[in-house]
């Protein structure tokens, strides 16, 4: 069952990537705003995280690097703007679901 949350990180990890590096035309468009889909986006990459990692606080320290190297990624993709706007509402999706897990885990 470990391996399928492992897979599910991996799959999550790629979804990012390739929502966050294709040319603007070809990303996936949702009715939400831009910054509450990095947030939410975000917020399930950290959900999976803690519940698979035993050390979540440096997988979600990871996952603010990817954040910041996808965003910065954007400045030379066709169609695509990089914002420190949008850096934050991820970091923010990242606080928040490691916030939650946690406390759910505590709880449990």
Known sequence: MKILVYIGIVIIVAALCYCSL???WLRPQSKLSGNLEHALAYFVAAVVIVITIKDPFQALFLL??????????????PGRTAAFSHFLYSCSGI??????????????
Not at 67 to 75: I, S
Not at 96 to 102: C, F, N, R, S
């Open 64 to 77: 603010f690097i990817l954040a910041a190297l996808l965003e910065t990624g954007q400045k030379w993709i």
């Open 95 to 108: 606080i928040a679901g490691g916030i939650v897990m946690k406390s759910v885990l505590v709880m449990v």
């Open 22 to 24: 294709v040319p603007g």
